[in-house]
């Protein structure tokens, strides 16, 4: 009896540990598997996040490279590169960019795309950027069928000799290309000024002012909402029904605008091409958008056009924006700090 219990002790004991044994292989196999499996995904998730992360750095340079107004910098820094050396010149324009620093408070500045768009893409940045909503009379009228009233209700078939900027284009499709650029300006405006959140509006500030294409019609809309306001100046002049603004008075006594025709001919249709606008425009924008433009001019420092309002009468409640520009031609956007 004892031998039997022995044997089935042992029996049991080697069937045990032969079981054991086999386990063991399946958990070492399994750990293997595991670990193996662990260090895959490890570097499967490295190699995804390094993959992520250039393609987020790659779309971010491209963003930036796109973008014709850069992020802010700083202002005695950008100062300092721009203009290095003791010229009579370099050394004006430091202490020029000295005074914004102490006496107006501006600390950075953004940069803006050096073409002939630059002041118009510094105002309507900011606009946009601000969350300015339509000028009042924009909104009593429906700024979408300007084209169609200045081509058919006021008989101005010369604006088929509009030309959009760059692109030299004339003819009877100026008609339906100027609809667009409206429709553009109008959506855009409208979308990105009832957004409340600062940051999610800069944002879209940053894509909207990304697109060239896009861009470049909100100016041409502006560009025509400088003729139809000339339009009208010009006929209530000639009809004599009531007094306009002393700054058309100034544009038409120019030989180069006598009249709406030559002033598109003349300055607008070549605005965005081979010129920018002139300080007379510059009050003409500030008057239709219904905004105080207020301009840092660094080359007139230490003299009374340091400082100038476009236009000079405005009124209080019109929102203010600012511009600086070193030649009157390529303009910036400065950024105030307390």
Same mark, same amino acid.
């Given at each position: 009896?004892?031998?039997?219990?022995? @044997?089935?002790?042992?029996?049991?004991?080697?069937?045990?540990?032969?079981?054991?044994?086999?386990?063991?292989?399946?958990?070492?196999?399994?750990?293997?598997?595991?670990?193996?499996?662990?260090?895959?995904?490890?570097? #499967?998730?490295?190699?995804?996040?390094?993959? #992520? *992360?250039?393609?987020?750095?790659?779309?971010?340079?491209?963003?930036?490279?796109?973008? @014709?107004?850069?992020?802010?910098?700083?202002?005695?820094?950008?100062?300092?590169?721009?203009? *290095?050396?003791?010229?009579?010149?370099?050394?004006?324009?430091?202490?020029?960019?000295?005074?914004?620093?102490?006496?107006?408070?501006? *600390? &950075?500045?953004?940069?803006?795309?050096?073409?002939?768009?630059?002041?118009?893409?510094?105002?309507?940045?900011?606009?946009?950027?601000?969350?300015?909503?339509?000028?009042?009379?924009?909104?009593?009228?429906?700024?979408?069928?300007?084209?169609?009233?200045?081509?058919?209700?006021?008989?101005?078939?010369?604006?088929?000799?509009?030309?959009?900027?760059?692109?030299?284009?004339?003819?009877?499709?100026?008609?339906? *290309?100027?609809?667009?650029?409206?429709?553009?300006?109008?959506?855009?405006?409208?979308?990105?000024?009832?957004?409340?959140? &600062?940051?999610?509006?800069?944002?879209?500030?940053?894509?909207?002012?990304?697109?060239?294409?896009?861009?470049?019609?909100?100016?041409?809309?502006?560009?025509?909402?400088?003729?139809?306001?000339?339009?009208?100046? &010009?006929?209530?002049?000639?009809?004599?029904?009531?007094?306009?603004?002393?700054?058309? @008075?100034?544009?038409?006594?120019?030989?180069?605008?006598?009249?709406?025709?030559?002033?598109?001919?003349?300055? #607008?249709?070549?605005?965005?091409?081979?010129?920018?606008?002139?300080?007379?425009?510059?009050?003409?924008?500030?008057?239709?958008?219904?905004?105080?433009?207020?301009?840092?001019?660094?080359?007139?420092?230490?003299?009374?056009?340091?400082?100038?309002?476009?236009?000079?009468?405005?009124?209080?409640?019109?929102?203010?924006?600012?511009?600086?520009?070193?030649?009157?031609?390529?303009?910036?956007?400065?950024?105030?700090?307390?």
């Amino acid at each position: 009896g004892r031998h039997e219990v022995w @044997s089935w002790k042992t029996a049991s004991k080697e069937s045990l540990c032969l079981m054991w044994q086999k386990v063991k292989v399946q958990l070492m196999l399994s750990m293997s598997f595991l670990t193996a499996l662990f260090w895959y995904c490890r570097r #499967l998730y490295s190699f995804l996040a390094q993959l #992520l *992360k250039r393609w987020s750095n790659y779309l971010q340079r491209q963003l930036i490279r796109n973008l @014709s107004v850069l992020p802010e910098v700083d202002l005695l820094g950008y100062s300092a590169r721009e203009w *290095k050396g003791e010229t009579k010149q370099a050394k004006q324009m430091r202490e020029a960019y000295e005074e914004l620093f102490r006496s107006c408070h501006i *600390k &950075y500045l953004r940069q803006v795309r050096r073409d002939n768009y630059s002041v118009v893409r510094a105002v309507l940045f900011q606009i946009f950027s601000q969350g300015i909503p339509f000028p009042l009379w924009m909104k009593e009228r429906d700024i979408l069928k300007l084209p169609e009233k200045l081509l058919y209700s006021q008989g101005c078939n010369w604006i088929q000799q509009y030309s959009f900027g760059p692109e030299r284009y004339t003819g009877p499709n100026a008609f339906g *290309k100027l609809r667009k650029c409206m429709e553009a300006l109008k959506t855009n405006w409208a979308e990105i000024s009832a957004t409340r959140d &600062y940051e999610e509006r800069g944002s879209m500030c940053n894509t909207l002012f990304s697109d060239e294409s896009k861009e470049y019609k909100l100016y041409e809309a502006i560009k025509f909402i400088m003729l139809y306001e000339v339009v009208e100046a &010009y006929e209530q002049i000639k009809s004599r029904d009531e007094p306009v603004h002393n700054l058309f @008075s100034l544009l038409f006594a120019r030989d180069s605008s006598s009249d709406p025709l030559s002033f598109m001919m003349n300055h #607008l249709n070549s605005i965005g091409d081979s010129i920018c606008l002139d300080q007379v425009d510059l009050f003409l924008l500030g008057y239709l958008l219904e905004v105080k433009i207020r301009v840092y001019r660094l080359h007139r420092f230490n003299t009374e056009e340091f400082q100038v309002n476009y236009p000079d009468e405005y009124r209080r409640e019109w929102n203010e924006i600012c511009l600086l520009t070193e030649d009157d031609h390529y303009y910036h956007i400065p950024l105030f700090r307390t």
